[in-house]
């Protein structure tokens, strides 16, 4: 589709349909329901406290006379729990709701040309890695620091930037009174 048509809700289901996303969605509701423990002891319940199973000669009925009276007494109950339950699900901004949410708007950005915006999802990972680089900053900062507050140590290779260091010349320009002695014993030893 191009971007400049209208996308349609129809547009957009059908899209959902034929890339088997609208399935794998059914799925996920449907083992969430299976999994909800609080809809199953809700419909256990009803089924122990039918009517349809407490009147006289209920024992005498076939399997199949005693599924057909309970389904008429509790079809309506039990799917409306379940619906109640399904519209929990979907609407849940924490889990299923929000993964709906999210894969709905991307096929529709997808089908209109736009840029998905970026999810919550993204952001999280966005933080992650500022929060990284800001400790190796931090870190980076601190090693500046210490070098900055640091005792100064001149290394041999700033010692010889100059030529000598300032110290090894001040040496050189002193004299030593122990080589000017040695150098006059050792001339009065020749003589």
Do not use: H
């Not at 199973?53 to 209920?58: R, T, V």
């Not at 709906?100 to 950005?109: A, G, L, Q």
Request: proline share 5%; hydrophobic share 30%.
């Amino acid at each position: 589709m191009a971007s400049s048509s209208v996308i349609t809700p129809e547009d957009l289901l059908e899209s959902l349909m034929n890339d088997g996303t609208m399935d794998a969605l059914r799925s996920k509701i449907i083992n969430q329901l299976k999994a909800n423990e609080e809809l199953k002891s809700t419909t256990i319940r009803m089924a122990e406290e039918s009517k349809v199973l407490k009147m006289p000669g209920a024992e005498k009925q076939s399997k199949r006379e005693l599924f057909d009276a309970l389904r008429q007494e509790l079809e309506a109950p039990v799917l409306e729990k379940a619906s109640k339950s399904v519209w929990e699900i979907i609407l849940d901004n924490d889990g299923l709701g929000k993964e709906i949410n999210e894969t709905v708007e991307k096929v529709f950005c997808r089908l209109s040309g736009r840029e998905p915006p970026l999810q919550p999802s993204d952001f999280e990972g966005l933080q992650d890695r500022a929060i990284e680089n800001n400790k190796g900053k931090e870190k980076q900062k601190d090693r500046r620091e210490e070098m900055i507050l640091a005792p100064k140590k001149r290394s041999y290779v700033m010692m010889n930037s100059d030529g000598e260091s300032e110290g090894v010349k001040e040496r050189d320009e002193t004299p030593n009174p122990e080589s000017s002695t040695v150098s006059t014993t050792s001339t009065k030893d020749i003589i």
